[in-house]
């Protein structure tokens, strides 16, 4: 870690790092121009499989192998869109690079478009990100002037332009057929699949959802090559930079750029200061607030990559770490979480609209101090009918048409099975004792 230098987070804080003109002085679309000019369809997807690149929004899945899904004999358009509508709670980063160098994204977009060959792309933003929206707007509008976006782009044969839709702060359209749905114009329902979206996705043609983080990360793979990408981190099956997002008690929360498979610890105790006040750690939430809870002695040695946060129980995700001190009170923040999911369920699976209300009024007798020993054996049920076991070895056993489900059932069950003593604190029979 001490000889690694930022990569996607190299201009953060930059006076004008936002606009074109600063980011032409630095490399700025040097890889977009070459994989547009000197590159097929076929060399852009082959060098980025080849640099294991995985998918930054939350499942990790590499991202050249997602691309070669594209039928290339399909005569309907290709689509990609890019998710920035990030609404996993303790996740902030791809709104710090649409804030800082949003240039750095849309050329990463430029090169996706290039190797599934798609000439209308879209950026699906949530409709709180205002000020990142119109960042976005004027950097397109940038790009259009300059003949990077629209007819004959570089200079080109290769037509291509950006359009950007704001969502209206569903998490649920962090799905990618959720998204899809709603760019679409209909309710955010994410769908049944098979067919996958690279089959059938945005106006039943062939398309590709990729995360701002991911692509922010293609002009630097096609400047420097795979094998460059390949060398950074600690995990030869999950390479590259990565940002994670710090927040909760530690004395210096935001977001921090580290090579992939940094250990928990490091981030915690050296980059973002340690323990707020000094106090003890009791837990972290590693990847979000969908990803099991995991305890203070379940972290030391924990490498921050896909396969190291899978193996402990719980899941990277889109690495929004929430560290939780010892005064951290686990039934409310079980609580917490349960109300969230409760509230933003879609509602189309029965499983998932009725568990999740039903948690939530389960652990809200617990808050108030009338919890019943049932209830806990209670909560597991319900997030087994919703979400099911949680065994990462063996795959998922989710219940529902999206992950929603087990983005709710998994930690919560994670909190009553490692903090049962806390929740029987609230037993109403030992209050009355």
Avoid at 17 to 22: N, R, V
Avoid at 52 to 76: C, D, E, H, M, Y
């Amino acid at each position: 870690m001490n000889d690694f230098q930022p990569i996607l987070t190299k201009h953060v804080g930059q006076p004008g790092s936002a606009t074109l003109d600063y980011y032409l002085i630095h490399e700025g679309y040097q890889a977009a121009r070459q994989a547009i000019h000197e590159m097929t369809s076929d060399a852009v997807i082959q060098v980025v499989k080849d640099s294991g690149l995985q998918g930054r929004g939350g499942a990790g899945f590499p991202t050249g192998v997602k691309w070669s899904f594209i039928p290339r004999n399909s005569r309907k358009p290709k689509y990609l869109i890019n998710n920035a509508d990030e609404s996993e709670p303790g996740t902030f980063k791809d709104r710090l690079l649409i804030n800082h160098n949003p240039h750095q994204v849309i050329e990463g977009m430029i090169i996706a478009s290039k190797a599934i060959d798609c000439h209308l792309a879209f950026i699906y933003i949530r409709g709180e990100f205002v000020k990142e929206a119109r960042l976005l707007e004027t950097a397109l509008e940038e790009c259009r002037a300059n003949h990077m976006l629209g007819k004959g782009i570089f200079g080109s044969n290769f037509d291509l332009d950006i359009l950007v839709h704001r969502g209206a702060g569903a998490y649920i359209c962090g799905e990618e057929t959720g998204l899809i749905e709603s760019l679409e114009g209909k309710r955010g329902w994410p769908r049944i699949k098979p067919p996958f979206p690279a089959i059938e996705g945005y106006l039943k043609s062939p398309t590709v959802v990729n995360n701002v983080e991911t692509l922010a990360n293609l002009p630097h793979i096609i400047l420097n090559g795979a094998d460059w990408f390949r060398a950074i981190g600690a995990s030869h099956d999950s390479p590259g930079p990565k940002l994670y997002c710090l927040s909760g008690h530690v004395k210096k929360p935001g977001v921090y750029e580290a090579p992939s498979g940094i250990e928990l610890t490091e981030l915690i105790y050296e980059l973002a200061g340690g323990i707020k006040d000094d106090r003890r750690l009791k837990a972290v939430i590693p990847g979000g607030s969908s990803s099991p809870v995991l305890t203070a002695s379940e972290i030391d040695g924990l490498k921050m990559d896909y396969p190291s946060v899978k193996a402990a129980g719980s899941m990277l995700g889109s690495a929004g770490i929430m560290v939780l001190d010892e005064t951290t009170d686990m039934v409310q923040v079980c609580y917490n979480l349960a109300r969230f999911y409760a509230h933003e369920s879609c509602g189309q699976c029965t499983p998932c609209r009725e568990g999740t209300t039903w948690l939530t009024k389960i652990l809200r007798r617990f808050t108030q101090g009338q919890g019943r020993r049932e209830d806990l054996d209670l909560i597991l049920e319900v997030t087994d009918n919703i979400g099911g076991l949680i065994d990462f070895s063996l795959g998922s056993y989710g219940k529902t048409i999206c992950p929603f489900g087990e983005a709710v059932a998994w930690p919560v069950r994670a909190f009553v099975q490692k903090f049962r003593n806390e929740f029987m604190d609230y037993l109403v029979e030992d209050a009355v004792a």
